[in-house]
C-alpha cells in the first residue's frame, strides 16, 4: 500500500532553515507529482509547493523566495528546504502524492515550531 512518511521537523527560531523529507512507498514515485502542505491550529490546510515528474515547481505566493521543493527519484524521496523561517510558518507539514488538496494519499505530518 501507498506510504508517505515525514521527518525532519522539530523547533527553530525564527530566521533559521529546516529541511523536511518525505520518503515515499507503494507507488511507481518518479510519475508521481508530489506535494507538501502544512495546517496550523484553528486553520485549513494550505498548499505549501508542489514538484510534477517533470521537475515543473509551484509555490504558495507566502513561501517564494524562502522555501525550495526538490525530489530524488532514486530514494523516492521529497523535501521541502525551509529558510529565513517566521513563526506563521508554524505548522503540521503534510506531503501527499499527486499534489491536489483532495489526494487520497498523504503521510501522518511533521511538526514544525519556529520561535519568535
Known amino acids: 500500500q501507498v506510504q508517505l512518511v515525514e521527518s525532519g521537523g522539530g523547533l527553530v527560531q525564527a530566521g533559521g532553515s529546516m529541511r523536511l523529507s518525505c520518503a515515499a512507498s507503494?507507488?511507481?514515485?518518479?510519475?508521481?507529482?508530489m506535494g507538501w502542505y502544512r495546517q496550523a491550529p484553528g486553520k485549513r490546510r494550505e498548499l505549501v509547493a508542489t514538484i510534477s515528474s517533470g521537475c515543473t515547481i509551484n509555490y504558495a505566493d507566502s513561501v517564494k523566495g524562502r522555501f525550495t521543493i526538490s525530489r530524488d527519484n532514486a530514494k523516492k524521496t521529497v523535501y521541502l528546504q525551509m529558510n529565513s523561517l517566521k513563526p506563521e510558518d508554524t505548522a503540521v507539514y503534510y506531503c501527499?502524492?499527486?499534489?491536489?488538496?483532495?489526494?487520497?494519499?498523504w503521510g501522518q505530518g511533521t511538526q514544525v515550531t519556529v520561535s519568535s
Open positions: 501527499n502524492v499527486g499534489g491536489g488538496y483532495n489526494s487520497a494519499y
Open positions: 507503494g507507488i511507481i514515485f518518479s510519475r508521481n507529482t
